[in-house]
T-cell receptor, first 113, second 114 residues
Framework: DAKTTQPPSMDCAEGRAANLPCNHS???????VYWYRQIHSQGPQYIIH???NNETNEMASLIITEDRKSSTLILPHATLRDTAVYYC??????????????FGQGTELSVKP | GAGVSQSPSNKVTEKGKDVELRCDPI?????LYWYRQSLGQGLEFLIY????????KSGLPSDRFSAERTGGSVSTLTIQRTQQEDSAVYLC????????????FGSGTRLTVV
């Protein structure tokens, strides 16, 4: 599986956009980019995923570079409840199989008032 | 149920005892995963079940760990002869058998070996 590189920690002011970067320079053509987050003492929560196009849902936007070697998760208006560890994962999406996700260390995002 | 249910939520056991942890996935989810998270650490993949296929056991740390999934639904993770280093939160997740579907995680079982 391709590996990802994320900054260990980031701060963001409440109400501002949080932009979380992820490098995945060895990603292969059939691998998706997934983002999860884990709020303290809870199980991880799925946020968003993409293959090569930018994606947006009610939680966040995912911007993937054209060469697919990096991506950015954007929380448009961060709140204190968004304080969590954010994991960027790449995984093959083989047809017929969900594929296991290998979690790295993630980015600890602190949203401050 | 609406989510992935794990039981017990907390388990304290003596070193050397066997423990069983249970996971009830979301109805209809064909894929089921077990992870563990030691204090202050990231998630460590343990085992993955997909439908009727042979499970991917590549993450199990030793032969003291085993898991089964009966009837394609409930799963049990068993740890034999527990050791203190087995203390962790054990997380279960399930998903549909689709190429790009996210996982839903349970709240985990906190295992403490004393």
């Amino acid at each position: 599986d391709a590996k990802t590189t994320q900054p260990p920690s980031m701060d963001c002011a409440e109400g501002r956009a949080a932009n979380l970067p992820c490098n995945h320079s060895t990603i292969s053509g059939n691998e998706y980019v997934y983002w999860y987050r884990q709020i303290h003492s809870q199980g991880p929560q799925y946020i968003i995923h993409g293959l090569k196009n930018n994606e947006t849902n009610e939680m966040a936007s995912l911007i993937i570079t054209e060469d697919r070697k990096s991506s950015t998760l954007i929380l448009p208006h961060a709140t204190l409840r968004d304080t969590a560890v954010y994991y960027c994962i790449v995984s093959p999406g083989e047809r017929g199989q969900g594929g296991k996700l290998i979690f790295g260390q993630g980015t600890e995002l602190s949203v401050k008032p | 149920g609406a989510g992935v249910s794990q039981s017990p939520s907390n388990k304290v056991t003596e070193k050397g005892k066997d423990v069983e942890l249970r996971c009830d996935p979301i109805s209809g989810h064909t894929a089921l995963y077990w992870y563990r998270q030691s204090l202050g650490q990231g998630l460590e993949f343990l085992i993955y079940f997909q439908g009727n296929s042979a499970p991917d056991k590549s993450g199990l740390p030793s032969d003291r760990f085993s898991a089964e999934r009966t009837g394609g639904s409930v799963s049990t993770l068993t740890i034999q002869r527990t050791q203190q280093e087995d203390s962790a939160v054990y997380l279960c997740a399930s998903s549909f058998n689709r190429i790009n579907y996210g996982y839903t995680f349970g709240s985990g079982t906190r295992l403490t070996v004393v």
